[in-house]
């Protein structure tokens, strides 16, 4: 019977080398009583003899039930193997030198330094996973470019692993160095922290080759939510602005289109199901890799997978965005137009997600986005913001703006002090052709009646006529004809989305839709401004709330009309329109 076989994980391939090399003596085998270089096998294979293999299926070694193991051979391929050698090649052909380990490009300043040392110089390039500071080609490159700028340097490419713990981290650094070194010094260079610190030019063009800005990056952008939740639509048509924008390749890895091509012949079983989006996963990395965006939409129902995708496209040196397409269950079934999950509820599909099946709903998201209520445009939008803010796409690459005027709804209580200070003095302030209409009522309480006497003296200081207003209650027609909503208190909006709970991306404190126009870039305005604070704004806060003056004397009512006149200050001079010569109307 043949002996089985187990692909480790990159660091436990890393400290096999280093193991198998002497490089972690007195150390020599795997799980010794706290030790931090551990080896895992599956159940399956616990207690027995294991032959541990490469990806590529290369036998390394045997592992042993006690951790010892004999090695059978050592990794052939991959970049720069020849730099790999053991503690005792490399103590016999650089005798006498100093040794220096890196983790990072070398700058000026750390060359300076090493040009000015009497002895040559080996570059320990510590290159294992989740230790340096660039990917580990990247770093031998840098590495061997910093050595061309020495008089007598060498760079050897030690594969020291990350074990997630800064202490054992630093040990074990100090450990392989010294095994590397034997008798001859060590140097460590030390960050200085000078920012201006710059690196030669075939230095620096390797890091920037290495470390693109976001909008040069890899990018994976994958959806997961229900049946029916509307993530493939959103996601089609996030693809097509993305190629009418032209700024980057765009490839589609949907789950329907992935399950006929890539994945042809799996059921829907937990197993084939995990195995489906690891197939997609790596595809979609190996895309990022080489600067592609790859633009997945399965239903992923499972945590542990998402986090394997995630960690394909990292290693390969991509961006993972997730956007969780939160639409409820019910909704879902409603738009079912298959009737799979009529059959899933007659037992007809089993495991179907949502209903026999869990759907395991992610805590790390990027964009969380409903879509019961909105259009695909609107939903579209909020995902291409959402990436411009990562710095992914240059801009929001969707429709043009639209031309028309930004309805603002303000709500109070009984619409008859503050809400209508709010919709009157706005409309005042913005004057005609400001691109913005506004309105106002209340959640409860008083219907077709005046301003009240309370206000009145405020509106006397600005010359307001109110003579023709009246007051009338909050409805959720009035909430979906708004593009936003401003509460003079968070008791408001909580009353409103008891109702429109779709709409909660439109609804804000007056007071903090204005800290968080405050917080965002300042160069955001209108629409822009709305749908970027509909993906990011700041949490609400108790001192966000405008005081309610209703039959609290003239004190009051002063307090709350110079609050909302500072308040509407800064939201006027946001959403009203910019002519084209850039100054405001």
């Not at 703006?401 to 503050?418: G, K, Q, W, Y």
Request: glycine share 8%; net charge negative; with cysteine.
């Amino acid at each position: 019977m043949p002996t089985p076989q187990h692909c480790p994980s990159p660091r436990e391939l890393a400290d096999l080398e280093l193991l198998a090399g002497g490089a972690l003596a007195p150390l020599t085998t795997f799980n010794q009583p706290d030790s931090p270089v551990t080896l895992g096998v599956p159940e399956t294979l616990a207690g027995q003899d294991v032959e541990l293999v490469d990806p590529e299926g290369l036998p390394l070694a045997l592992l042993h039930p006690d951790g010892s193991f004999e090695p059978l051979t050592h990794a052939q391929h991959g970049p720069f193997r020849r730099l790999h050698l053991t503690p005792a090649e490399v103590r016999e052909r650089y005798a006498g030198a100093t040794f220096v380990p890196v983790v990072d490009a070398l700058t000026e300043t750390e060359l300076d330094r090493l040009r000015g040392l009497a002895t040559p110089v080996v570059l320990l390039a510590l290159t294992g996973p989740g230790t340096p500071e660039l990917s580990p080609v990247a770093l031998l490159r840098a590495s061997l470019a910093a050595a061309r700028h020495l008089p007598d340097a060498a760079v050897v490419a030690v594969p020291l692993a990350s074990h997630g713990d800064i202490t054992i981290d630093h040990e074990l650094g100090a450990q392989v160095t010294a095994a590397y070194a034997g008798p001859d010094p060590v140097l460590g260079l030390v960050d200085p922290g000078d920012e201006d610190d710059d690196y030669p030019d075939d230095i620096a063009a390797i890091v920037d080759a290495d470390q693109p800005g976001p909008d040069r990056r890899g990018l994976v952008l994958f959806f997961t939510g229900l049946s029916g939740s509307g993530k493939s639509t959103v996601a089609q048509a996030v693809i097509d602005s993305l190629l009418e924008s032209g700024e980057r390749t765009v490839t589609s890895l949907d789950g329907d289109v992935v399950r006929r091509n890539l994945s042809a012949g799996l059921t829907f079983s937990r197993e084939d199901r995990e195995t489906n989006i690891r197939r997609i996963g790596w595809v979609a990395a190996e895309i990022s890799r080489h600067g592609g965006v790859a633009v997945c939409s399965p239903i992923a129902p499972f945590d542990a997978t998402r986090q394997d995708v995630r960690a394909m496209t990292e290693a390969a040196g991509g961006s993972f965005f997730l956007v969780h397409v939160a639409t409820p269950l019910e909704e879902c079934e409603r738009r079912d137009r298959k009737g799979l999950y009529a059959k899933a509820r007659r037992g007809e599909i089993p495991e179907f997600t949502g209903i026999a099946s869990p759907y395991e709903e992610p805590a790390d998201a990027d964009l969380r986005i409903d879509t019961t209520g909105r259009t695909i445009a609107d939903c579209r939008d909020e995902v291409l913001w959402a990436l411009a803010e990562r710095g992914h796409i240059s801009a929001p690459v969707s429709v043009e703006p639209s031309e028309e005027p930004i309805h603002v709804l303000f709500v109070c209580t009984a619409n008859i002090c503050r809400s209508p200070y709010l919709e009157l003095r706005a409309r005042q302030l913005l004057g005609p052709d400001s691109g913005v209409e506004v309105s106002s009522a209340g959640t409860q309480g008083f219907d077709a009646e005046p301003v009240s006497e309370t206000m009145e003296a405020e509106f006397a200081r600005w010359g307001t006529d109110t003579t023709s207003f009246r007051s009338r209650v909050a409805t959720g027609d009035l909430v979906d004809r708004a593009d936003l909503v401003l509460t003079a208190e968070a008791r408001h909006r909580t009353w409103l989305l008891e109702d429109r709970p779709a709409a909660f991306r439109k609804i804000f404190t007056l007071g903090q839709f204005v800290a968080s126009a405050e917080a965002a870039d300042p160069d955001l305005r209108g629409r822009d401004l709305i749908a970027a604070l509909a993906n990011r704004r700041v949490p609400a806060a108790a001192d966000h709330d405008i005081a309610d003056p209703y039959r609290r004397g003239p004190e009051h009512a002063a307090r709350a009309a110079l609050t909302m006149e500072t308040m509407l200050e800064v939201v006027v001079a946001r959403l009203r329109r910019v002519p084209d010569d850039g100054d405001p109307i």
